[in-house]
């Protein structure tokens, strides 16, 4: 490792100058704010692949940009650091925000505050950068607060609609949890050893294997923050939800930053978890649920970007399935290839939202790929990359999940590893199902809506354009270099044997049988999809439902907040403390209503007090003597 | 010569005179007169034990009250004409403006 100074200060401070500008600019000049946003994260992006093409794998480029605080025996300088991992990040962060921002100066122009929303998207990407960069875990800790405050700025972006604030207050609340934990995870690192910082924590724990107890206390705390930035089992309620932002954010939170959050502080931390394989075991078990959760969730949704939030969820299951059997670079390579696709799919699903005015239902859809070809192919391209068919993205990073699910070592899990691969192959299928469901309810048949759908601008389609590209070639492109440049970060398992084109083919047999079989029940057998429904109904009717998840947490959390808070209001706010104030008002005030009538504002009177009161003084002396 | 039990009960029937005139009148005027009584009755007891002790201390205590009685009565009359100025009467109880 050969650590090297380099000005990465300037990565973040891109998109904080273009946040503040945008803001400032934008409030004057409706468009500038789009163009001066896009052009710091382009910059951004630019001088990433700067440092990015300059650095070999062993790299680590270093910026200590000043020093933070010191607190005891506690030195923190707010210090970045760009290793091959974080590479990989910032590139990811800052190559598909910036064609998040482009799409987003066409989508978002008819907007009253787009001054408001591209500063909130460049702070956004500020933070998510903060994050990937930070070189130990307080500064990571900044950008995973900023990521969890642009998110919840930006889901509550049409705050004026009172659901559309909840679920941002929704998103707040569910992610403080999350960083509750990750909060204690760091107090744990520090109290034992003293620092913050990544390198010396590595130093101080990798393989020490007397530390396996503590390790696995630390990296229950640590994953507890991730299911919250991560959405998985049981704080993933929030990411449903955030659908209520506009569309490009939700392309943005879920494919290039925050979602990713919690599988990259995983990988960082790799030599914690690394020891603490009872944790990793719960994580497999956590992230196989809410895989499976969220696809067969997925299944009956009928607005759009719905079933591409549920998607997410079960895809950032698979990342954690990845990175809990040790195949960190694995997950990464899914973070990568997800981002490519999964932007691409929230984009397609913008741009139709777009076409269609503001049309969500896919009920309403239909027919849409004569409307907007290009809308159509990408959306096509982007469908067959997640349902994991070769050659395109999604294939080789979920073949890779399933190659490290079956030779998961974990001394918990090992046994049931056969199992595991069967069900993640399972979710894998529903996968390819539901999302050519969504693609032939929006793309396929008659058009069923009302409106007078219409392609979309030169801006939009053209990243739609650029992130189907990826999502064919990623794949294929990352796949041998990926692991190669991640090796001295990560640890990475040797090289699967190469497999030719025809064995590729053979092994996308699951997403294949999905999408045929989402083909033929969601165009030539329409009649299918509600006769397996009534025949499997309370199923159906629990899939539909979300699993009643939300109604739980309404019964056994929100509920008996809200009558504890209702009992505190009564009792204890309005009976003790108002009761207090006003009470001690209310002597106050009887106590001078006596005491007024002393007073008659007559001097005789007064002067008679006094002398009665001399007299008293006089008399109780002679008394006294 | 005349006993100072004489000039004491003189000196406490004044002073009386002069509370219960303080007490009981509403002619500012009277009531200022009535204060006058009560130092001078005070005076008279003084100078009355003065002579019985045989020393001038009490002498010189009647000389202070006395400055101090001219200093207060011309104070007290600027307060009469200042009352009178804003109140078109000598009524002490039409001078009541801090209770209402």
Redesign the interface.
Known sequence: MERTNAALALIPLFPLVGSVAAFLVGRVHKRAAGIIASLASILAFVWTAKLFAAMSAETVLEDVVFSWFGVASLQVDFTLRMDALGAVMCLVVTGIGSLIHIYSTAYMAEDDSVHRFFSYLNLFMFSMLLLVLGGNLLVLFVGWEGVGLCSYLLIGFWFRTIDYAAAGRKAFVVNRIGDAGFLLGIFLLWMNFGTVDFLELEAAIAGNMTLVGLCTVVALCLFIGATGKSAQIPLFVWLPDAMAGPTPVSALIHAATMVTAGIYMMARMDFVFALAPFTLAIVTIVALLTAFVAATTALLQNDIKKVLAYSTVSQLGFMFLAASAGAYWVAIFHVVTHAFFKACLFLGAGSVIHGCHHEQDMRHMGGLSRYMPITFATYLVATLAIAGIFPFAGYQSKHAILGALEHNVNPYIAPYNSWIVALVTFTAFLTAFYMTRSLAMTFFGKYRGHAHPHESPAAMSGVLVALAVLSLFGGWFLETRLPNFLEHVLAVAPGHASETIVESLLHSWVGIAGVVLGLLFYTSLAGVPGLVFSLFKPIGVLFQRKWFVDELYQAILVRPLEGVSRGLWKAVDQGFIDGAVNGSGAVIDTSGQVLRLT??????HY??WM?VATIAIVVFFLVRS | MIPVSFYLTLAALMFTIG?CG?????NVIV?FMCIELMLNAVNLSMVAFSRTVGNLDGQIGVFFVMVVAAAEAAIGLGIIIALFRSTRSLE??E??????
Do not use: K, N, T
């Not at chain 1, 007073?599 to 005789?604: M, N, W």
């Not at chain 2, 303080?22 to 509403?26: G, L």
């Open positions: 007073q008659s504002g007559q001097v005789r002067a008679l002398f | 509370v303080v007490a009981i009148r509403r009531v002490s109880s001078a009541s403006e801090l209770r209402r």
